[in-house]
């Protein structure tokens, strides 16, 4: 077993598949359409194929993906997006960039999903839409949430950032709701060698739409029809993405492995919460919850396993959100899972011990 033992191993990933990936940037460089290029084209209808949808944009970030989702469902100032209090920053940024305000709604104690049955009671007569984090890889329950959803006119907005792959109920995320919003952040189980994002949908004008705004607001050079963005996915990450897309599943398959290896020795250790909501998972993280989270990070790193933390603060601690006036208390189980949640190391490549290694240390510290 390696001396160190990182949470993610891009280098790893990288080695199994250089010849390829130079092949495709090559390509790329060779024929100099860096921007909105033919391997972005190619790309953007095999992630649509994969996902299950019409189109697939391609755009500069999972962060762009979400504010360019809400602009072209017509979503701005005046309006409320409701959102889960525990996620990572950017589902709040991507609302409040496009001028909405993001309602939050706490999460559920076993899952840190968004608690499905807290989201009727923050819908007002400002409400758009509700963003389902599909948080570390799992899935949330989409069937009730489409149904609340077309009760009261609202659109479902998916941050599939975490979650390339994960199914429900025979679908693919990004395909369940009206629009779905993807990272390729070099982490991610699908990552670009920099950033990326892709939004997919079904609806051509939609489509179109987001066409027209990633692309600063024109379809045709110097015709600007609106202030738009310049959010592209660059033509050698879609090359590179490429090259990936074709491994995604041995991938999720083999983090689905290591992960069920961690869940067989952890869920004998008392005081150790396993994260679960009883659906697929493509195990973006592994994340378990404890009292002492805390010093179990510093054990760990002590054995040279390097666990992390996602996340240490519920949205509304933010600095960045304190203007949306809720309390310390406001989410109590967000606030408790920033407190408590720990990451254990992941990444398709990992070798098989390191899952059993580190399961092994977090039973000894706690029996201690
Ligand atoms: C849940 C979630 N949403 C959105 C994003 C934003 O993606 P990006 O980093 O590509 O802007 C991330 C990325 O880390 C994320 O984890």
Redo the contacts with the bound molecule.
């Keep these: 077993m390696p001396a160190v033992i990182p949470l993610v191993d891009l280098k790893a990933q990288y080695h199994g598949l250089r010849a390829e990936i130079k092949e495709a940037i090559d390509r790329v460089l060779e024929r100099g359409d860096f921007i909105l290029g033919e391997e972005l084209s190619l790309f953007e209808s095999e992630f649509a194929d994969f996902c299950g949808t019409e189109y697939a944009i391609g755009c500069g970030?999972?962060?762009?993906a979400?504010h360019l989702a809400c602009r072209a469902l017509g979503i701005g100032p005046e309006d409320q997006v409701i959102m889960p209090a525990f996620?990572?920053v950017?589902?709040a940024l991507g609302v409040s960039l496009s001028g909405a305000k993001p309602v939050l709604v706490d999460v559920d104690p076993q899952s840190a999903l968004i608690d499905l049955d807290q989201i009727e009671r923050a819908i007002t007569s400002k409400t758009r839409a509700i963003i389902p984090?599909h948080?570390y890889g799992q899935c949330v329950d989409m069937a009730p949430l489409i149904e609340l959803a077309r009760e009261h006119g609202l659109y479902i907005i998916e941050?599939a950032?975490?979650a390339h792959g994960a199914e429900y109920r025979g679908k693919r995320v990004g395909s369940l709701g009206d629009i779905g919003c993807f990272?390729?952040?070099p982490g991610k189980n699908l990552g670009a060698y920099g950033?990326?994002?892709m939004i997919t949908v079904d609806k051509e004008g939609v489509a179109d739409k987001l066409c027209l705004l990633r692309n600063w607001g024109s379809h045709q050079k110097y015709h600007h029809e609106e202030p738009g963005l310049n959010s592209r996915l660059d033509t050698i990450q879609a090359a590179i993405l490429r090259v990936k897309l074709q491994y995604l599943e041995k991938w999720n398959n083999s983090r689905k492995k290591l992960a069920f290896q961690y869940t067989a020795i952890l869920k004998e250790i008392n005081g150790i919460q396993l994260t679960e909501n009883g659906g697929d998972s493509v195990y973006h993280l592994y994340v378990i919850r404890l009292a002492d989270r805390d010093l179990m990070l510093n054990k760990l790193r002590d054995a040279g396993i390097q666990a992390g933390i996602h996340y240490p603060f519920a949205v509304h601690e933010l600095n960045a959100y304190k203007w949306m006036g809720y309390s310390p208390g406001a989410f109590p189980v967000a606030e408790s899972w920033a407190r408590q949640c720990l990451s254990l190391p992941i990444y398709a490549e990992m070798p098989e011990e390191v899952s059993s290694t580190t399961a092994e240390i977090l039973k000894q510290v706690m029996h201690n």
């Excluded at 970030?61 to 762009?64: A, F, I, K, P, Y």
């Design positions: 970030s999972g962060t762009d979400l996620t990572f950017a589902t984090v948080l941050d950032a975490q990272s390729f952040y950033d990326g994002g």
